[in-house]
Every structure is written in C-alpha cells, then in structure tokens.
C-alpha cells in the first residue's frame, strides 16, 4: 500500500464525510420534507 493510495483513501474519506455533513444540512433544512422521498 503505497503512499500515493494512502494520500486518495484519505481524500475519499474527507470528501465523504463533506457530502454526509452536507446531507445532514439539507435534511435539517425547510426543504427536508422533499429529500425524504428520494
């Protein structure tokens, strides 16, 4: 496991965790009710 696979594991994981902490926002936004059907 290289330094570069490493260096793209964590990216991945801090850009997950943006988008879940981006979904958690819309779910707890006015429009919450519209995402919940999806």
Do not use: R
């Not at 793209?8 to 059907?37: A, F, R, Y």
């Amino acid at each position: 496991m290289g330094p570069a696979l490493t260096t793209v594991l964590m990216d991945t994981h801090s850009h997950w965790s943006m988008l879940n902490g981006t979904i958690t926002l819309v779910k707890h936004s006015p429009q919450s009710q519209v995402l919940d059907g999806l």
